[in-house]
């Protein structure tokens, strides 16, 4: 990390319980989850509006990581690129995310998934590109105007957690690195990975 960030030991309040709860998932706090403290007044905020956001979202959680990798690609993240792409990987099976991270169009998803896909990666690449024609298209497919919203809420606000991550210096924990070196190298899409232990 680049700046201060509250160690979990200094924690309080509302951020002791946030570190408490990734404490009890991974056994460590995520630099993600600490690069929210360089402004401790609007890490509860951001956390809440995460949870409510995801908590809430009309694509399901599976839409919702889909998006996430779509975008953490164009950004380039490999922090959010590892991190998703573990949480796929245990649904789908790493060759299948390898796919989507490749090339989601080729990689077997229904017209549906790849019209979402689409949509999130121009919104994630710049977009000022988005015009009416691309939501009529997703209008097309079956996608609600909430749902539409949705998508582009996810690719949005993943690539403003992305860059902040890259721009405080977050690094991404060991836990989420596979094993697999074609995996792992197709997952480092922007800032290279730290020498792991």
């Not at 989507?100 to 790849?114: E, H, P």
Request: hydrophobic residues 45%; charged residues 25%.
């Amino acid at each position: 990390m680049f700046l201060k960030t509250i160690a979990p030991e200094d924690a309080t309040g509302e951020i002791a319980t946030f570190y408490r709860e990734e404490l009890d998932k991974y056994g460590f706090v995520m630099d993600a989850t600490r690069c929210m403290t360089t402004r401790p007044d609007l890490m509860p905020l951001v956390e809440n509006f995460i949870a409510a956001l995801r908590g809430n979202f009309s694509l399901g959680l599976r839409g919702w990581r889909l998006i996430t990798l779509v975008a953490a690609k164009e950004v380039p993240s490999t922090y959010c690129s590892h991190v998703y792409s573990k949480a796929l990987a245990a649904e789908f099976g790493k060759d299948k995310v390898l796919a989507i991270q490749r090339n989601f169009r080729s990689a077997g998803l229904d017209d549906k998934d790849v019209a979402m896909l689409a949509y999130a990666q121009k919104v994630a690449r710049n977009a000022s590109q988005v015009t009416e024609a691309d939501i009529k298209g997703l209008r097309e497919v079956g996608f609600s105007d909430l749902e539409i919203s949705d998508i582009a809420a996810c690719a949005s606000f993943r690539c403003f957690l992305s860059r902040l991550f890259d721009a405080l210096g977050a690094q991404t924990e060991s836990y989420f690195v596979d094993e697999d070196e074609v995996f792992r190298r197709a997952m480092t899409v922007g800032r290279p990975l730290r020498e792991m232990a």
